[in-house]
């Protein structure tokens, strides 16, 4: 399996994120969701994105990705001044079948929110919105959604939203292909790639740089001066780095507790964890914890 489509297996929508709204003119949806990536998709008529200072107009056959977690417009005309109505991907009305005699927008959506460390890592260096055209493999597919969504069949949420999945998978696909970028590179190449998914598969394993230097098939010393080109520091640091990241996300969660979280993340006891912790973020766990909101 190649090693983007590797990442890319584990990126979900989150439940009901399936929304098929006729919207008539004027209209302006800010969408709130928060999340790391929003797929946007026209099944009729056209619609523009507003994410920073240029507007992007998407049409039918169009799949645009925006990269969040900021907020964003959806919008029939960037340049008129309107109230904007917040919203959720999970929050959108149904509006009856598609071009209904309606002769609005109506729209997929689907939001992503991405909780694997290594994806998010790769999904940063995405512009704030990419904009693709459906290819051979994708166009069916939405084509197969519009059909479902036409004939009333949206309760099978599980099959659309996989498939919703599909037509995301295809956009930043095709975008890493076009568009080849630091951790793109990283994650396939040959050497830093196994070492890259071992550590983000299994970060609390006592690494060391004789086991993942036999990951890749190199000396020690080629893995080492590869990995930093790549990446931009040696292996073990961004473990450190890697291993710090994904314990702040674990102490943000209710009931978390210092030793708990240690273990989790690879130190034999929570004394050690502390010491990484506060040298690495400039703060105790325990002092990270009582700030963050109840």
Same mark, same amino acid.
């Given at each position: 399996m190649e090693p983007l489509d590797d990442l890319l297996r584990g990126?979900?929508?989150?439940?009901?994120?399936?929304?098929?709204?006729?919207?008539?003119?004027?209209y302006a949806?800010?969408?709130?969701?928060?999340?790391?990536?929003?797929? %946007? $998709?026209?099944? @009729? +008529?056209? /619609?523009?994105?507003?994410?920073? *200072?240029? #507007?992007?107009?998407?049409?039918?056959?169009? %799949? $645009?990705?925006? @990269? +969040?977690? /900021?907020?964003?417009?959806?919008? *029939?005309? #960037?340049?008129?001044?309107?109230?904007?109505?917040?919203?959720?991907?999970? +929050?959108?009305?149904?509006?009856?079948?598609?071009?209904a005699g309606t002769g609005g927008t109506v729209l997929l959506a689907g939001a992503y929110h991405v909780r694997q460390e290594l994806p998010r890592r790769l999904f940063d260096e995405l512009p704030r919105v990419i904009v693709a055209c459906d290819d051979q493999s994708c166009g069916p597919l939405r084509e197969y959604l519009e059909e479902r969504i036409a004939a009333g069949a949206l309760g099978r949420q599980v099959v659309l939203d996989r498939l919703l999945d599909w037509l995301l998978?295809?956009?930043?696909?095709?975008?890493?292909?076009?568009?080849?970028?630091?951790?793109?590179?990283?994650v396939g190449d040959p050497v830093v790639g196994p070492v890259l998914q071992a550590l983000h598969t299994t970060p609390a394993a006592p690494w060391t740089i004789a086991g993942l230097a036999a990951l890749g098939n190199v000396s020690r010393t080629t893995l080492a001066k590869r990995f930093a080109e790549l990446v931009g520091?040696?292996?073990?640091?961004?473990?450190?780095?890697?291993?710090?990241?994904?314990?702040?996300?674990?102490?943000?969660?209710?009931?978390?507790t210092v030793a708990a979280v240690a273990r989790q993340v690879g130190y034999a006891d929570a004394f050690s964890f502390s010491s990484a912790f506060k040298r690495e973020r400039g703060t105790s766990p325990s002092t990270y914890m009582s700030r963050q909101p109840a």
């Open positions: 990126v979900r929508a989150d439940g009901a994120v399936l929304g098929t709204p006729v919207l008539s003119a004027p949806l800010r969408f709130t969701d928060a999340a790391a990536l929003t797929l %946007i $998709a026209p099944l @009729h +008529g056209e /619609a523009w994105i507003v994410a920073d *200072d240029k #507007p992007v107009l998407v049409r039918p056959g169009d %799949i $645009a990705v925006v @990269h +969040g977690p /900021a907020p964003f417009l959806v919008t *029939d005309d #960037p340049g008129r001044p309107s109230q904007a109505v917040d919203t959720h991907c999970d +929050g959108l009305v149904e509006g009856g079948p598609p071009g998978i295809c956009t930043v696909r095709d975008w890493f292909e076009a568009n080849e970028t630091p951790w793109f590179e990283a520091q040696p292996p073990l640091a961004y473990l450190t780095d890697l291993r710090m990241t994904l314990a702040a996300e674990l102490l943000d969660r209710p009931g978390a």
